[in-house]
């Protein structure tokens, strides 16, 4: 009979061994473990992946539990000591749990991944951008300081700040508000000399019952040029030109019937030499105004042309649309959302709303009343044609696209788009003098072109519709300085979270909000610090530079089929290659077999790319030095169990231990009979 007794060695009898070879502590590590996996999807689909990975995936606590999950399973075999044969696939199972394990926390704490946006004709760029928001301090000692600013949960508030700590200068740093939208509002402050000059205007319309109002400075990329969508107005150093009205440089596009007008502009618009395409555009129709307000969707401008009649004994009006040398009358009511085709053209069209009494509230179209105080269409025309115009861009900050009906953006928050070559007619620049003398020079497709000296407060007809223009400061020196506040409200979804900052110095406390993307200097002594906001950006020992970004089309349609980056990668040791990525068709380097299978290779995937600019493209950047330990820890683990349930000679034969028993004389305190499960 045999008789298996053993000695335990002394290293198994300690209660911390006993503790984490316990089978209870795997039960439970297991079940938290399962528990965050479910909550993580669960959160992950409800809200997005950096909930799951703030809350789950990625925090402190999942690390340790990982942790203590390997110690288990380590401890649990050594508990096992002698090993004999019918361990083998237990072993092999516990050492795949345990290399997968090794992996995971070896990718999730040395690995990288993040996005990078380049630029054709941009210099090489090594700034890779991650998924986590940070709190950057340029010091006054020199050094930048970074702090992790992720506030899903539990924000700060001023009752509950979030202190950082002290600064080199003694200051200390705390974050006593987050907002999920920040509008950021241009306000020049003056200087006593140097800087730019920078001037205030304010324009309204009673037809529409809009009034907006900006800052200016002058020779600034961004903030010297206001795009309203109906005109651009600017503002620039210098005395304007004074000329009369009826100037022979006057613009005379205008003239003549509708059908002159678009031969104009066809002929002067060299995207006709891309022939036919498919063409989409909305267009904004008054009643009681001739100008109408366009904005491309696809391929370009139709070129049509449409009058609103009055609405008349309760009906919603009627329409003309003058397009490629035909006409068609619709009623409004009777084709409200219905797609009509124009006849004699490729083109089809289809009213998309009607408003009695148009009023502009919130950046939307609404109408105050039944009453046909104000008429007012949209209309979508689609079809296949030569395009004539595309639709000028909203420059300006503070834009952005609103939808009149549900569907497709067709009016601009600020106000509607219009046709390009319309708003290149309707252009007003101001000049600001170095004595701060103010002069204008105007050009509108009502009045023509004329210029003169300008009076503060004195309002100025632009000929654009009814809107009426007032100058009411001007600052001959001032430099550039943003406010940001909260926002709220349906733009709020288009803008950047940020955060108010509190910085507390020899008594005096000072506090200002900062948007993502951007940098305040808080004057603190003895040097004043800078501190900006946004995503974490970490330098990358490889450098991308974009040499080509291709889209491919779908035969007959401008819808995407596919994009392809064609990168140079290169490193500061003068290591250099060139490769493409697309969908599912990552680029590696280096590519070497080796640094590919030890995970010590950057993949980049083709992450996004910009319709509106084709000579940008976002590539996403991998790197996973645990990839080959994780495939080594599921095949061993794949393996384990298929020995442990398929392979007899590794598992206990139970059947034999029943029928032949094991004797063992009473162990003493430091015997124990061998496990052979």
């Not at 651009?232 to 009826?246: F, H």
């Not at 291709?550 to 980056?565: I, L, T, Y």
């Amino acid at each position: 009979m045999a008789t298996i007794s053993s000695a335990r060695p002394s290293w198994q009898r300690g209660r911390v061994f006993k503790f984490f070879a316990s089978l209870k502590l795997a039960v439970v590590l297991l079940a938290v473990l399962i528990v965050a996996a479910i909550a993580g999807t669960i959160w992950e689909s409800s809200f997005d992946a950096k909930v799951a990975r703030a809350y789950v995936y990625r925090a402190p606590w999942f690390n340790l539990w990982l942790i203590l999950l390997g110690a288990n399973l380590i401890v649990s075999a050594l508990s096992r000591w002698p090993w004999r044969k019918h361990h083998v696939a237990f072993l092999v199972t516990h050492l795949g749990i345990i290399t997968l394990l090794t992996g995971s926390l070896i990718g999730r704490i040395f690995g990288i991944e993040g996005t990078m946006t380049l630029f054709k004709g941009d210099p090489p760029s090594n700034r890779l951008l991650i998924d986590e928001h940070q709190l950057r301090v340029h010091d006054s000692d020199g050094v930048l300081k970074g702090y992790r600013a992720e506030f899903l949960h539990r924000p700060p508030t001023p009752k509950h700040p979030r202190d950082l700590g002290k600064l080199a200068s003694g200051a200390r740093l705390s974050v006593i508000d987050y907002a999920e939208a920040i509008d950021a509002k241009l306000n020049p402050r003056p200087l006593d000399s140097g800087g730019t000059a920078a001037l205030h205007f304010t324009i309204k319309t009673a037809m529409m019952g809009q009034q907006l109002e900006s800052w200016l400075l002058a020779g600034d990329a961004q903030n010297g040029k206001f795009a309203m969508g109906l005109a651009n107005i600017e503002l620039k150093r210098g005395k304007a030109e004074i000329v009369k009205p009826g100037h022979p440089g006057q613009s005379d596009a205008t003239s003549g019937d509708p059908g002159e007008v678009t031969s104009q502009l066809t002929q002067r618009d060299p995207s006709t030499s891309l022939g036919m395409t498919e063409l989409e555009e909305s267009i904004f129709v008054f009643a009681k105004m001739p100008e109408q307000i366009s904005h491309v969707a696809k391929g370009g401008g139709t070129g049509a042309k449409i009058s609103f009649s009055p609405p008349q004994d309760g009906d919603k009006g009627q329409l003309t649309i003058s397009l490629a040398g035909k006409a068609q009358t619709l009623d409004v009511a009777q084709n409200l959302k219905r797609e009509i085709e124009i006849a004699g053209t490729p083109f089809t069209v289809r009213i998309e709303n009607y408003w009695a009494d148009l009023r502009m509230q919130d950046g939307k179209p609404v109408s105050l009343s039944d009453s046909p105080n104000n008429p007012a269409v949209v209309v979508t025309i689609r079809g296949r044609g030569v395009p004539i115009a595309t639709a000028a861009p909203n420059t300006h900050g503070n834009g952005q696209a609103v939808s009149t009906n549900g569907g497709p953006s067709t009016i601009p928050n600020i106000a509607p788009a219009m046709n390009e070559a319309n708003a290149a007619e309707n252009q007003l620049t101001f000049f600001v003098a170095d004595d701060g003398a103010i002069s204008y020079e105007l050009d509108s497709r009502k009045l023509g072109h004329s210029s003169g000296p300008l009076e503060l407060n004195k309002p100025l007809v632009t000929g654009w519709a009814d809107w009426q223009l007032v100058v009411d400061r001007i600052l001959p020196h001032a430099e550039q300085w943003m406010d940001f506040m909260p926002a709220k409200g349906d733009s709020a979804n288009e803008l950047p979270d940020g955060v108010r900052v509190r910085v507390e110095q020899n008594g005096k406390a000072f506090e200002q909000w900062i948007s993502g993307g951007w940098q305040i200097t808080v004057p603190t002594s003895p040097n004043p610090i800078g501190i900006s906001y946004g995503w974490r950006s970490t330098p990358l020992p490889i450098a991308l530079e974009l040499m080509d970004f291709e889209v491919a089309r779908n035969e007959g349609s401008d819808a995407p089929a596919g994009f392809k980056s064609t990168l140079r990668v290169s490193t500061a040791e003068g290591d250099s290659a060139s490769g493409q990525c697309w969908m599912n068709h990552p680029f590696s380097f280096p590519g070497s077999w080796w640094r590919t299978w030890s995970g010590q290779t950057f993949k980049m995937s083709q992450a996004s790319w910009n319709p509106e600019n084709l000579g940008q493209s976002t590539i996403q950047i991998l790197r996973d030095p645990g990839w080959l330990l994780k495939w080594i820890g599921s095949l061993l683990i794949v393996t384990g169990v298929f020995l442990l349930f398929y392979v007899k000679k590794f598992r206990r034969q139970y059947a034999t231990a029943k029928t032949k028993p094991i004797v063992s004389p009473s162990p003493a305190p430091e015997e124990r009979q061998v496990a052979v499960s």
